[in-house]
């Protein structure tokens, strides 16, 4: 199983910063089959980023992956209100799929 | 616009059943997986298993095997997870979530479910 450890476990910054969240996989993510998620309280997660760096549907340009192999980075260039929530990243490269514990990015 | 409604929250005693349905509309449920995915409350993300509303082929978590049956019934666009013999700790929020590509299994999952909670009491 593929373990995927998120840091930092919470990000405390104000709008308009930039905030850098890591996600550090046991074994390589081949093909970088890494996909990132946001969640706001009583929602579902929704779709942000897939292979590492590819931005899904209506997702601002304020919002990146990178990263290969057992290292990932998502980056939000300029926190708008609306982007303090809880991020997951997951890996599909083999089964079971499985997801990180969280970063929150909350408002200083 | 490609949307699942879930059906309503459930309470069950320990060693019950439940059953969760997971209804799509605005695409064609046949094109595409459903993967099954739960969150204990406060907790991080755990995924169940999927199922294809294409064949019905499955895949279960191993930590699921034996307890678990996804199932889909194509003439209303719906799919079923079952979860028997429930504990306590399979108290969570179930989230049905639809596969982003089409006649594949990318295991990328962009669209979802309000979520269904289940208490085990």
Same mark, same amino acid.
């Given at each position: 199983?593929?373990?995927?450890?998120?840091?930092?476990?919470?990000?405390?910054?104000?709008?308009?910063?930039?905030?850098?969240?890591?996600?550090?996989?046991?074994?390589?993510?081949?093909?970088?089959?890494?996909?990132?998620?946001?969640?706001?309280?009583?929602?579902?997660?929704?779709?942000?980023?897939?292979?590492?760096?590819?931005?899904?549907?209506?997702?601002?340009?304020?919002?990146?992956?990178?990263?290969?192999?057992?290292?990932?980075?998502?980056?939000?260039?300029?926190?708008?209100?609306?982007?303090?929530?809880?991020?997951?990243?997951?890996?599909?490269?083999?089964?079971?799929?499985?997801?990180?514990?969280?970063?929150?990015?909350?408002?200083? | 616009?490609?949307?699942?409604?879930?059906?309503?929250?459930?309470?069950?005693? $320990? !060693?019950?059943?439940?059953?969760?349905?997971?209804?799509? #509309? =605005? %695409?064609?449920?046949?094109?595409?997986?459903?993967?099954?995915?739960?969150?204990? $409350? !406060?907790?991080?993300?755990?995924?169940?298993?999927?199922? #294809? =509303? %294409?064949?019905?082929?499955?895949?279960?978590?191993?930590?699921?095997?034996?307890?678990?049956?996804?199932?889909?019934?194509?003439?209303?666009?719906?799919?079923?997870?079952?979860?028997?013999?429930?504990?306590?700790?399979?108290?969570?929020?179930?989230?049905?979530?639809?596969?982003?590509?089409?006649?594949?299994?990318?295991?990328?999952?962009?669209?979802?479910?309000?979520?269904?909670?289940?208490?085990?009491?």
């Amino acid at each position: 199983e593929v373990v995927l450890t998120q840091s930092p476990g919470t990000l405390s910054l104000s709008p308009g910063e930039r905030a850098t969240l890591s996600c550090r996989a046991s074994h390589s993510v081949s093909s970088s089959h890494l996909a990132w998620y946001q969640q706001k309280p009583g929602q579902p997660p929704r779709l942000l980023i897939y292979a590492a760096s590819s931005r899904a549907t209506g997702i601002p340009d304020r919002f990146s992956g990178s990263g290969s192999g057992t290292d990932f980075t998502v980056t939000i260039s300029r926190l708008e209100p609306e982007d303090f929530a809880v991020y997951y990243c997951q890996q599909y490269v083999t089964s079971p799929l499985t997801f990180g514990g969280g970063t929150t990015v909350e408002i200083k | 616009q490609a949307q699942l409604v879930q059906s309503g929250a459930e309470v069950k005693t $320990p !060693g019950a059943s439940v059953k969760v349905s997971c209804k799509a #509309s =605005g %695409y064609t449920f046949t094109n595409y997986v459903i993967n099954w995915v739960r969150q204990v $409350p !406060g907790q991080g993300l755990e995924w169940m298993g999927w199922i #294809s =509303g %294409y064949n019905g082929n499955t895949e279960y978590a191993q930590k699921f095997q034996g307890r678990v049956t996804m199932t889909t019934e194509t003439s209303t666009s719906t799919a079923y997870m079952e979860l028997r013999s429930l504990r306590s700790d399979d108290t969570a929020v179930y989230y049905c979530a639809r596969d982003m590509t089409v006649f594949g299994a990318s295991h990328v999952f962009s669209v979802w479910g309000q979520g269904t909670m289940v208490t085990v009491s």
